[in-house]
């Protein structure tokens, strides 16, 4: 009884963490596209600046 809990506790908190990483995977890659192309803009338009 109690380790069929703990099993399903164990494959709920699995799940979460998973849906999480993939989460962070998908908005932190998305995220972090758009950092880089904004940082590369502008880096251009300062370095025309100078």
Known sequence: MI???FYI???SIEHIFV???KDLLY???K???SSYS???S???I???RI
């Open 27 to 29: 908005h932190g890659g």
């Open 3 to 5: 380790l069929s809990a």
């Open 19 to 21: 849906k999480i990483i």
């Open 42 to 44: 502008y880096y251009r």
């Open 46 to 48: 300062n370095h025309k």
């Open 38 to 40: 904004t940082i590369k």
């Open 9 to 11: 506790l164990k494959e």
């Open 31 to 33: 995220n972090f596209i």
